[in-house]
């Protein structure tokens, strides 16, 4: 089994490292893939020392899988190369996740989609991810109507120009504005602003929330809206989300559902103070659910508190969850 991780020195992609190493996925050669910059620099993947390949060396050393974090330039243009070399792309972009012919994919809900045809495959936007694990078992029997969304996203979404503006902040020093991932300071602030501004006054990321729900629970029908926040929040997103059903529901029954779904951790003692925090997720694959109550403003109605570490589930962790799946069937490569 070749593996390739391309974007391999970036922030995800040093997640993407410690997450094939940590669930021990079988890797007989392991190929690192970054830009011309990048070429030559060392990386440690299960001990050993490997240095990093540009694209054309990964493709001619033809990896059974290539999983891509490195943008969606990148992505479109080398995504398509790969696949013609007859390797499986998994992205972690943008690029490929709304286009009709390409799957996107959260494996506890919807891998079995997934054929030996499919050879590049999108990896959602981390807040759909986290947030479409524990819809899945409550959309089936009780219909979702209406989603309002509102998201608290860590500042490692932005990438590492975004880690170290908030670094250097919380040291009490002002960053050039060159060095500034955001247009105003992220320590002990809070940005209603997550990617550029969209002709609809939404952001890009809230309109990825809408777009991307619809396409992985397969129904476009959906009514979703949201807003997008940025947190001082190192390594976690999390999410206030409204559930308006079609159908009627017990509440138990939904804590049973969401206890019954692989991927979700149920955390709601409230009489405890038991509730999903990004400091509980930090570092975990699991989603983890909370503050699960009746919305008594509406019929039907249902509140969720949902948090993700968004660089392991969000992004690496569910990427490679889609490896080992094709792994299992016998689809890679």
């Known amino acids: 089994m070749k593996v390739a991780v391309v974007g391999v020195t970036g922030l995800v992609g040093g997640v993407m490292i410690r997450v094939l190493e940590e669930r021990n996925f079988s890797v007989d050669e392991f190929i690192p893939v970054a830009s011309a910059r990048s070429i030559g620099k060392k990386v440690v993947f299960n001990g050993k020392e490997y240095s990093v390949v540009g694209m054309q060396d990964a493709i001619d050393k033809k990896p059974d899988v290539a999983i891509f974090s490195a943008g969606g330039g990148t992505s479109l243009e080398w995504a398509p190369k790969f696949a013609a070399a007859g390797i499986t792309v998994i992205d972690n972009s943008s690029a490929w996740r709304m286009d009709p012919e390409k799957r996107l994919i959260v494996p506890e809900v919807n891998a079995s989609l997934l054929t030996s045809t499919d050879k590049i495959i999108a990896n959602p936007n ?27 996203q860590s500042f490692t979404g932005t ?32 940005l209603p602003h997550c990617d550029v501004f969209l002709e609809n006054d939404y952001t890009k990321e809230e309109m990825k929330l809408v777009h ?31 559930v308006e059903f079609e159908k009627g529901f017990k509440v138990e029954d939904v804590r049973r559902l969401l206890n019954e779904m692989d991927g979700v951790t149920v955390l709601d003692d409230v009489s405890q103070n038991k509730y999903p925090m990004p ?40 990427a490679i969850q889609i490896a080992e799946y094709l792994k299992g069937k016998n689809i890679l490569g």
Request: hydrophobic share 35%; charged share 25%.
């Open 279 to 318: 400091l509980f997720a930090k570092d975990r694959d699991d989603v983890f659910v909370g503050r699960i109550r009746r919305d008594e403003s509406v019929e039907n109605g249902l509140n969720l508190w949902i948090v993700a570490d968004n660089l392991r589930k969000g992004a690496a962790t569910n």
């Open 126 to 152: 981390c807040s759909p991810i986290q947030m479409v694990v524990p819809l899945a078992p409550l959309h089936e029997p009780f219909t979702i109507k209406r989603l309002i969304i509102s998201t608290y």
């Open 212 to 242: 991307e729900t619809r396409k992985i629970l397969g129904d476009e029908k959906m009514g979703i809206t949201a807003t997008a926040v940025r947190v001082p929040v190192d390594g976690g997103h999390s999410e206030s989300v409204n």
């Open 159 to 190: 990438g590492v120009k975004a880690v170290n503006q908030y670094k250097t902040e919380s040291v009490g020093k002002q960053p050039d504005s060159e060095e500034m991932a955001y247009h105003y300071p992220i320590f002990e602030n809070c």
